[in-house]
């Protein structure tokens, strides 16, 4: 099976600051990574498919990098809403989650 | 508006039967494929089984076969996952997800409210 390693596991930034999130495959996926937001007490959502797709509705201050078996989501102008668990997943041999990045306000 | 409503959530002995559903409306619920995925309490998320768009065809997380049945009504929209013989580590809250379809492996563009599920005696 394929491994996901999310880093790091947790993470408290300031509003407006640029923030990285990294997560490696132990092989390679190709492009077929995609990352979710979790918010507190609610239920994922999709932020980034193909590795950089952004999904439909969600905000272009969220991009996605990376290929084979390196990938980053990157949070640009950091706003309040974005205090969640955010957490990666390989589709390319079946599906995978990573354990997540839990970003808090600092 | 896409919706995925969970229901049959509860505590249960273990070694006892609970059966989840997830009513879905605003889509062509027959032309996706469908998804269960779970997360332990604090803890992460865990995919738990697929399932075609006709049904035909089902696929399990290893710890779960031979246990789960997951089934799906298109002319009701609903799904349904059957958990027999509940272990303490099937503790989570269980979502129903929809598949938004790619030509490797599930991904998982809509997700339902989450029903809870405890396995206690």
């Known amino acids: 099976d394929i491994q996901m390693t999310q880093s790091p596991a947790s993470l408290s930034a300031s509003l407006g600051e640029t923030v990285t999130i990294e997560c490696r495959a132990s092989?390679?996926?190709?492009?077929?990574l995609a990352w979710y937001q979790q918010k507190p007490g609610k239920s994922p959502q999709l932020l980034i498919y193909?590795?950089?797709s952004l999904q439909t509705g969600v905000p272009s201050r969220f991009s996605g990098s990376g290929f084979g078996t390196q990938f980053s989501l990157k949070i640009n102008s950091l706003q309040v809403e974005d205090v969640a668990t955010y957490f990666c997943?390989?589709?390319?041999?079946?599906?995978?989650f990573g354990a997540g990045t839990k970003l808090e306000l600092k | 508006e896409v919706q995925l409503v969970e229901s049959g959530g509860g505590l249960v002995q273990p070694g006892r039967s609970l059966k989840l559903s997830c009513a879905a409306s605003?889509?062509?619920?027959?032309?996706?494929?469908m998804a269960w995925v779970r997360q332990a309490p604090t803890k992460g998320l865990e995919w738990v089984a697929s399932?075609?768009?006709?049904?035909?065809?089902?696929y399990y997380r290893d710890s779960v076969k031979g246990r789960f049945t997951f089934s799906r009504d298109n002319a009701m929209s609903t799904l349904y996952l059957q958990m027999d013989s509940l272990r303490s580590e099937d503790t989570a809250t269980y979502y129903c997800?929809?598949?938004?379809?790619?030509?490797?492996?599930?991904?998982?563009?809509?997700w339902g409210q989450g029903v809870m599920v405890t396995v206690s005696s």
């Open positions: 605003g889509f062509t619920f027959s032309n996706y494929y």
């Open positions: 997800t929809r598949d938004q379809g790619t030509t490797r492996g599930p991904l998982f563009d809509y």
């Open positions: 092989e390679d996926i190709y492009n077929g």
């Open positions: 193909n590795a950089n």
């Open positions: 997943q390989q589709y390319y041999d079946y599906n995978t």
């Open positions: 399932i075609t768009n006709s049904g035909g065809t089902t």
